[in-house]
């Protein structure tokens, strides 16, 4: 999995990064905050572990952006990392902002792996949610759709109402030739 890692200090940075590739994940490494967003987009990134502390966008700035973009795209896990000991008061303020976790620097190998384990599920998860709600409960014989209250509707109704789609109404020939042989 590609991991965006960001630090505007290149010793941190390049520690990340390495942590990262032995964790067994693709590092794209970045110190310039205020390419972030372009790079994810770009990359496809999934995960991305970033400092809080940086020129430009702080880790706490990007996360918001990252959360508040409208681009339609899988969800981003993000992880925040501090050279600060603040206890819960960072953590709360991260997870207020939109982060996913929260660690302290210099990172610990296991831990940061652990914490990509659980990244990896969510992002799974997130993955068959999404899938899940694409698919929509069809009745193989009547065609009519299951909907949450497990009552049918017909299929023309359920679209109207969850999509701007809009129905008009025609006949095809099959249908002419079978119910009206006459106007044929």
């Known amino acids: 999995m590609k991991i965006l890692v960001l630090d505007d200090d ?60 409208a681009a339609p795209r899988p969800y981003v896990y993000f992880i925040v990392l501090t050279g600060t000991k603040l206890g819960n008061i960072n953590f709360m303020e991260a997870m207020d902002a939109g982060a996913d976790d929260y660690m302290e620097k210099p990172a610990n190998i296991e831990f940061l792996r652990v914490r990509l384990r659980v990244a990896e599920r969510i992002l799974r998860l997130d993955t068959e949610v999404n899938t899940l709600k694409t698919l929509i409960p069809v009745c193989s014989n009547c065609r009519r759709v299951r909907r949450d209250d497990q009552a049918y509707e017909s299929l023309e109704a359920y679209i109207s109402k969850n999509s701007a789609i809009k129905f008009t109404h025609g006949i095809c020939n099959e249908c002419l030739e079978k119910l009206y042989p006459k106007y044929k």
Do not use: F, Y
Request: proline share 3%; net charge negative.
């Open 10 to 69: 290149q010793v941190s940075l390049s520690i990340n990064r390495l942590i990262v590739e032995r964790c067994g994940h693709e590092p794209v490494a970045l110190s310039d905050s205020t390419q972030a967003l372009k790079v994810i987009a770009d990359n496809k990134i999934q995960v991305v572990v970033s400092d809080w502390v940086m020129p430009g966008l702080s880790g706490l700035d990007l996360v918001r952006a990252l959360r508040a973009d």
